[in-house]
Structures are given as structure tokens and as C-alpha cells.
């Protein structure tokens, strides 16, 4: 059995005039020249926005894609003297994508020490399947998230688009409970924040303090998710989960994207292009 890869961390504090510092890092990190992962790291502390006045968060998470093949998983918190830290998860994209999809499992199973620093140990993801999502548990879901906005969010999600709320503070159950209905093929392609202060890393699924003045661009709101139109995988989910169908539900989940049926759409289109210029060319030549 392959060993697991090493899933590096490193922690950056942001003080009160924005300069961001590395506080410490895993090996991997620490030794790294092939990236400059110091100034991407410090990219995504800035961009998470400036901390407003007034409004405390405790712990956020956030996930996005870096550079050097691999998905950082964000937990980012105020400190009493009003200073704001980030320690960050940099998991392997091809163990995210294959295994994982999903930032608050690894922030859960790493919970953050916000008081180290200096030389930091790597960390292993256990050699397991992903978690099967069972009805009872996706009932959960619904009897106590607000079923309505729930599945508005996760259809307009499954269709492309982006979700945006607005609260005075990190919604992390809100995000986690829309995360859970998702298909797997789309949590891969999505990027999703508890909270943030800004959109300037232009998350999938967001909370934010302040709707005004953010650039949201294709992004339904709470109240849109609302009243989205119901679509195919919403019912069907949804059907599925309240008459207790786990074959059904285990079908919706593991369906492809709509982005995967694309990308397999072309292939087949390309393939077949070449298979008849292929032919063409032999039978010119017989």
C-alpha cells in the first residue's frame, strides 16, 4: 500500500495595518524553490478582505486552488489583540479531487493551533473512500436547514452558477449543509468560504458580512435561491431522500457534472472527426 501524501501547513498573521507574516511552516514548505508559495499564500490573506469594524469571526474556511498543483484548505480567525491568522492546509489536487472534495472534512480533521509557530510537522490523509452520505443523514439536512433555500442554492449551483448570503458572521453549518447535497463531480469544481470579507478570490459559495458594494456578477442571493426554479436534480434529490431511497441518492451524488458531460461531449465530437478524416484519407489512398 502507497504511502498517503503529505498534506503541508504553514500559518500567516495579517496585523491591523494588513502586513501579512509567516508565523511557520511544514518542511515541504519551509524547503520548496519550485513555487513561490510564500507569496501566493500571502495573496490569499489579503484578498480574504479587510476585517470590518464590529464584526467578530471566531473561524472561518475557505477553499481555492494554488499553483502548484494542489487545493489550499483556509481556517481564518480574529486574535484578541486584532490581529487576523491563517493556517493553511495544502492538500495534494489529485488526492482533493479523488478522495476528499470536501474543505470542512480536512478543516474538522486538522483543527487549527493558532499559538504554533516555527517548524511545523506535515500531516497525512488517511487511506480511506470517502464518506458515503446516507439518507438519514441528508434528512437531517433538510428537516432542520430550511429545505426551500437549501435546494434553490444547490441547483443554481448544479447549473453554474454562484450563491451568495449575507450574515454578521460565519455561517459555517449553512455552507456545510449545502455542501452535503451536492453532487461529488461538482464539490471538485467548487470553491466555497464560510466567510469572507471580500469576493476578490470570487468564491462559488459564500457568506459575507455586506452584499453592497461586492462585485457579484452571476451570483444568485439568498433570496433568489429561494424562489429558484426547481430543477431536475433538485426534485429528484429531494424525492429521493424523503421516501428513503439510498440507491437513488447514491446515483444523484456520484453523477457527473455538467462541465464532465461537456468535456466528454467533445471528446466523442473530436474523436469521431478524426476517425472519419482517418477513414477518408485510407480510402483515398487504397
Known amino acids: 500500500m502507497t504511502r498517503s501524501p503529505a498534506i503541508e501547513q504553514a500559518i500567516f498573521v495579517r496585523d491591523k495595518q494588513g502586513i501579512v507574516q509567516e508565523r511557520g511552516a511544514s518542511d515541504g514548505l519551509a524547503s520548496a524553490t519550485t513555487s513561490d508559495w510564500r507569496a501566493e499564500a500571502t495573496a490569499l490573506c489579503v484578498k480574504f478582505g479587510e476585517p470590518s469594524e464590529g464584526i467578530a469571526c471566531p473561524i472561518a474556511v475557505f477553499a481555492q486552488p494554488v499553483s502548484w498543483d494542489g487545493v489550499a484548505v483556509v481556517q481564518a480567525a480574529d486574535l484578541p489583540d486584532g490581529r487576523f491568522c491563517f493556517r493553511m492546509l495544502f492538500v495534494p489536487r489529485r488526492l482533493y479531487l479523488d478522495f476528499i472534495r470536501n474543505p470542512f472534512t480536512v478543516s474538522d480533521r486538522f483543527p487549527p ?120 436534480y433538485e426534485f429528484g434529490l429531494q424525492y429521493a431522500i424523503e421516501h428513503g431511497d439510498q440507491v437513488e441518492v447514491d446515483r444523484l451524488l456520484n453523477r457527473r457534472s455538467g462541465k464532465q458531460f461537456l468535456r466528454t461531449a467533445v471528446f466523442v465530437l473530436v474523436f469521431g472527426m478524426l476517425a472519419y478524416l482517418g477513414v477518408h484519407l485510407l480510402f483515398r489512398f487504397l
Not at 434528512?139 to 429545505?147: A, H
Not at 442554492?153 to 449543509?177: K, N, T
Not at 453532487?183 to 478570490?201: C, I, M, Y
Not at 455586506?210 to 430543477?231: C, H, M, N, Q, S
Open 113 to 232: 493551533d493558532w499559538s504554533a509557530q516555527g517548524p511545523l510537522p506535515a500531516l497525512t490523509w488517511p487511506e480511506e473512500p470517502p464518506v458515503r452520505r446516507t439518507v438519514a443523514q441528508l434528512q437531517k439536512v433538510l428537516e432542520t436547514g430550511g429545505s426551500p433555500t437549501l435546494l434553490g442554492a444547490v441547483q443554481a449551483l448544479v447549473d453554474g452558477g454562484r450563491v451568495v448570503f449575507e450574515r454578521v458572521a460565519p455561517a459555517s453549518q449553512l455552507i456545510r449543509d449545502i455542501w452535503q447535497l451536492l453532487p461529488s463531480s461538482v464539490q471538485g469544481e467548487l470553491w466555497p468560504a464560510t466567510f469572507a470579507f471580500s469576493n476578490d478570490l470570487r468564491f462559488d459559495l459564500l457568506v459575507v458580512p455586506k452584499i453592497e458594494g461586492l462585485d457579484l456578477d452571476r451570483y444568485a442571493t439568498e433570496e433568489r435561491a429561494v424562489d429558484y426554479p426547481e430543477g431536475r
